[in-house]
């Protein structure tokens, strides 16, 4: 099972910008999805976006138009960009890797299929 390890959480001020990074342990099939997730102690885990294997990219209303979800060439590090960051932000998150294409988009509401799951890095953001 692959291993995950995420980075690039820290505390900015609102309409600041951080780029989360999530490191893959091994080559990750070609037929995959992947996604970042957040959560706080007092909110369920939510889905913040997802990518397919072929690209397609998926968003919570939330963050629609503010992060941008990318993997690189290599296929073993996903990004997420947030740009405009708001306090409502603020929160752990985790990055998820599951093998199969097709379900991103149901995932990203149900966690569903994720089987890798990193530990987390914490975003905090100030208003």
């Known amino acids: 099972q692959v291993q995950l390890m995420e980075s690039g959480g820290g505390s900015v001020q609102a309409g600041g910008s951080l780029r989360l990074s999530c490191v893959a342990t091994?080559?990750?099939?070609?037929?995959?999805?992947m996604g970042w997730f957040r959560q706080t102690p007092l909110k369920d885990r939510e889905g913040v976006a997802t990518i397919e294997s072929d690209g397609n990219t998926y968003y919570a209303d939330s963050v629609k138009g503010r992060f941008t979800i990318s993997l690189d060439n290599t296929k073993k590090i996903l990004y997420l960009q947030m740009d405009r960051l708001t306090p409502e932000d603020t929160s752990t998150y985790y990055c998820a890797a599951g093998l199969g294409g097709g379900w991103a988009h149901l995932g990203l509401t149900t966690g569903n299929g994720f089987t890798s799951w990193g530990r987390g890095t914490q975003v905090s953001v100030s208003s």
């Open positions: 091994e080559d990750l099939y070609a037929d995959y999805c």
